[in-house]
Structure formats: C-alpha cells, structure tokens
C-alpha cells in the first residue's frame, strides 16, 4: 500500500504541517509508506492549460499525476483559509484528471488556527473527492493549536489520525480485494 499526501501548506512551521505529521507517524509505524507532496516547495504556479490533456513529458504536472496514478490511498491536509481549503491545493487538484482518485480512499484533514473548526473545509473537499471519483473515508482530522501542545500533537489528535489511517487501509484493502475477484 502507498499514501500520497498533499501538504497545502505554504507555511514551514504551519499547524497543517504538524497535523499531518501525526497522520505520516501512525501510517509509518503500520509500515504504509507515504509520498507527502509539499505544495509549499512544489505546485505553486498554474500550469500551461493549454497542454492539460496531455502535459509534456517530465514536467510538473506529469510528474503530479504520476505520483498520484501510484497511489493506494490520498490524504489532502489543508489550512483554512476564509472558511475554505487553500489556493495551493486546489492549485494542485487542478492539475489533475477528474478521474484522478477513482475509487481511491482519500482521507481529509484541516486546521484551523483560531476559533473556527475546519468541518467546512473538510466538506468541501469531499465534494472535490466525489468530483475525482474518490472515496471520502468518514474520519476526518479537525484540529486547532489546541491538538498539538509543547509541538507535541495530544492524544485525541494521534487517536482521530490513527482511525484514519485505520480507514484508507482498510479502504484500500477491500478496493484490492474487488480488484482481484474482477
């Protein structure tokens, strides 16, 4: 099984950043290996459209899809911005197919820094998911500066990414299983 993560952060110490490395440690320590795309170093400008349907050879958005055409399972992890995901991953998501994740189990996390909750932009990216022909797994990973303490994330932050880890495997899994009795 292989995780492809996309990190829409553009911040180096950003809450995102720290929220999904409790994801990346649970998959590691259940040997999932994990291919984190950091949108922050990576995907920042919008591509040439007029070779979107066949993007050159070696370029940004070949190597994306390919990345992504390796997957098992995606997790997208976003900051909130104004109530939705950032500019940078749905950059990046444009830059894919719209059957990119098809029947892909894909996880969703967000973080929101002040008082609001990112449920509304977990949300939308589960209509972007369904968009891709991907499969939202049901736990997604909410969490404000109040999950991770002394740069630390809580036990009920490590408890919400084990559960969705614990989903995309199992998704995958059971999409391999229908695979092979096809």
């Known amino acids: ?11 180096a110490e950003s809450l995102t950043r720290q929220g999904l490395q409790a994801v990346l440690d649970h998959a590691r320590a259940q040997a999932i290996p994990v291919d984190v795309i950091d949108l922050r170093d990576q995907h920042r400008a919008l591509q040439d459209m007029e070779h979107w ?4 050879v070696g370029s940004q958005t070949a190597r994306l899809r390919a990345r992504v055409a390796r997957a098992d399972a995606i997790v997208l992890a976003t900051p909130v911005y104004h109530g939705s995901f950032s500019g940078l991953l749905k950059n990046a998501l444009d830059q894919l197919t719209g059957d990119a994740f098809a029947q892909l189990p894909v996880g969703v996390l967000a973080a929101a ?8 932009s977990c949300d939308q ?8 022909g991907g499969w939202s797994t049901p736990t997604q990973v ?3 500066s109040a999950d991770i303490v002394d740069g630390r994330p809580t036990d009920a932050l490590r408890k919400r990414a084990a559960a969705m880890v614990a989903e995309l495997r199992d998704f995958a899994m059971w999409r391999s299983a229908l695979d092979r009795a096809a």
């Open 53 to 56: 349907e066949q993007p050159p």
């Open 113 to 120: 820094g002040g008082p609001r909750s990112g449920s509304g």
């Open 142 to 144: 909410g969490l404000s």
């Open 125 to 132: 990216l589960r209509s972007v998911i369904r968009a891709m």
């Open 1 to 11: 099984m292989n995780i492809v993560a996309f990190l829409g952060s553009g911040s």
